[in-house]
């Protein structure tokens, strides 16, 4: 079945900073990769996905790339807020019923 | 719009007791899959519902069951619960069967002594 590691599992930053998030994923099949973020006992929230179809994608501050080749893909986060600390995860999937298999989670925290 | 709702939010329960959670999706949402959450860790797929049927399922034993309801709530049960049941379980819904644009709920948190 489908693995997906993600790395770092901590990640500080200094605010206005940029922090980059990066998973990897075992399955070719794999055609759709969403990025939650889940703040201390909170739901997760869909921040931004991505297609296989698509290498990359842009929403405000934040920007998510994908390599189907070396499969990987990655969260880049630009001018980091004190908003921004949460934990962030990155998923993948294929298919109708694909589920999704979540990575470990990103812990973020962004420093005044 | 309430989103995903899910009852109830925390859960005391002692091993070998049965355990009913409850999930109400989003509107327009048809499709609800439940995850499980160990502190710490991401989500862990258990299974998701269309059309009242279950249709695909993780790697979790047969002690976890659920069902969905003509109007595409859903229940997640757990019979003879473990010390190592206890977790956040989140259910989340979205539109159709391609299983994007997940929208969670906040979660029950079971806690099995």
């Known amino acids: 079945g489908e693995n997906v590691e993600q790395h770092p599992s901590t990640l500080s930053v200094q605010e206005g900073d940029s922090a980059v998030i990066k998973c990897t994923y075992s399955d070719s099949a794999s055609n759709y990769f969403p990025w939650y973020k889940q703040e201390l006992g909170k739901r997760p929230q869909l921040i931004i996905d991505?297609?296989?179809?698509?290498g990359e994608k842009k929403d405000q501050r934040i920007a998510v790339t994908l390599n189907k080749t070396a499969k990987h893909f990655s969260l880049h986060i630009t001018e980091t807020q004190p908003e921004d600390s949460a934990v962030y995860f990155c998923a993948a999937s294929h298919g109708s019923w694909g589920k999704l298999q979540f990575g470990a989670g990103t812990q973020v925290v962004v420093t005044p | 719009d309430a989103g995903v709702t899910q009852s109830p939010t925390h859960l005391i329960k002692t091993r070998g007791q049965q355990v009913t959670l409850r999930c109400s999706p989003k509107?327009?949402?048809?499709?609800v899959s439940w995850y499980q959450q160990a502190l710490g860790q991401g989500p862990q797929f258990i299974f998701q519902?269309?059309?009242?049927?279950?249709?695909q399922r993780g790697n979790f034993p047969d002690r976890f069951s659920g069902h969905q309801f003509p109007n595409y709530s859903s229940e997640l049960n757990v019979n003879a619960l473990l010390l190592g049941d206890s977790a956040l379980y989140l259910c989340a819904s979205s539109p159709g069967t391609a299983n994007e644009k997940l929208f969670f709920g906040s979660g029950t948190q079971l806690s099995v002594l």
């Open positions: 991505i297609r296989s179809n698509v």
């Open positions: 519902y269309y059309e009242e049927e279950e249709r």
């Open positions: 509107s327009g949402h048809d499709t």
